[in-house]
């Protein structure tokens, strides 16, 4: 494969892992504070996600 799709592939799937431990954070917080600062989080890393 060419190397720039193998890049894009890996960004592609550091952001899949990344958002997957940003959702079960966010699952498992209690404090509506800690919930703020993980939606920050996830918006950074993918804009068109949401959470909530």
Known sequence: M??????ELHRKRSRRAK?????????E???QDEKAKI?????RVAP???LA
Not at 39 to 43: A, G
């Open 2 to 7: 060419p190397l720039p799709r193998m890049t």
């Open 19 to 27: 958002l997957a431990k940003l959702r079960r954070r966010y699952r």
């Open 29 to 31: 917080s209690k404090s």
């Open 39 to 43: 939606l920050e989080k996830v918006s």
């Open 48 to 50: 068109g996600v949401k």
